[in-house]
């Protein structure tokens, strides 16, 4: 009920391309589904979170595409950069705001954009 | 703001020994967090406390794992006595509506 599926587990892009990123849950009542990013040697950082009230969000190269009813939602990366290249992680929430955010993480995406 | 100050960065140490792990979370976050991040396992949730108070620690694996936050800006976490499958990546991270993460406390042990 907890998990949080995604997939491909690594993924190769060359420079310019889009870069795609999957993720699937099964608990509905998760409301709030941030991407983070993880440089090596780095903690997560986050990079663009999207509510389930909107189907899509866009932060400059970067897009949550979010199906509510089949409980999926993507990464997009636009004109993918070789310094994009990192581990990706989807993550899932519940819970009011202001309240703990205690997060359930795929199993993360390792992105190598050749130059 | 410094952001989340984990410490030390780096702990190698002896089977059986006792290890501490520190954390300084974001001034003015309530919710604190202890992920612990594995190559065979991702990045797990151990406990998480919500204004200094634990709220879930079903997380942690065992009874040799222990978290503290005696106040608002401090917490640790604690292995007594330490094994060589604790070896991992440990995280710390607070938040107010967002998660930030510190750099993590790479541990070893041998």
């Known amino acids: 009920q907890q998990q949080v599926k995604q997939s491909p587990q690594s993924l190769i892009v060359q420079k310019g391309g889009i870069s795609i990123i999957n993720c699937a849950y099964e608990?509905?009542?998760?409301?709030?589904f941030p991407w983070y990013q993880q440089f090596p040697g780095k903690g997560p950082a986050l990079l663009i979170a999207?509510?389930?009230?909107?189907s899509e969000k866009k932060e400059g190269r970067f897009t949550i595409s979010f199906n509510k009813s089949a409980k999926q939602f993507s990464l997009h990366i636009m004109d993918s950069q070789p310094g994009d290249s990192a581990t990706y992680f989807c993550?899932?929430?519940?819970?009011?705001?202001?309240?703990?955010?205690?997060?359930?993480f795929g199993s993360g995406t390792q992105l190598t954009v050749l130059p | 703001d410094a952001g989340v100050i984990q410490s030390p960065r780096h702990e190698v140490t002896e089977m059986g020994q006792e290890v501490t792990l520190r954390c300084k979370p974001i001034?003015?976050?309530?919710?604190l967090f202890w992920y612990r991040q594995t190559m065979m396992r991702g990045l797990e949730l151990l406990i998480y406390?919500?204004?200094?108070?634990?709220?879930?620690d079903s997380g942690m694996p065992e009874d040799r794992f222990s978290a503290k936050m005696p106040n608002a800006s401090f917490s640790t976490l604690k292995i007594q006595p330490s094994e060589p499958r604790d070896s991992a990546v440990y995280f710390c991270?607070?938040?107010?509506?967002?998660?930030?993460f510190g750099q993590g406390t790479r541990l070893t042990v041998v």
């Open positions: 991270a607070s938040s107010r509506e967002k998660a930030f």
């Open positions: 608990n509905t009542a998760f409301d709030y």
């Open positions: 999207i509510r389930p009230d909107v």
């Open positions: 993550a899932a929430t519940r819970g009011t705001s202001g309240s703990a955010r205690q997060l359930t």
């Open positions: 001034s003015g976050h309530n919710s």
């Open positions: 406390f919500n204004n200094n108070v634990p709220i879930d």
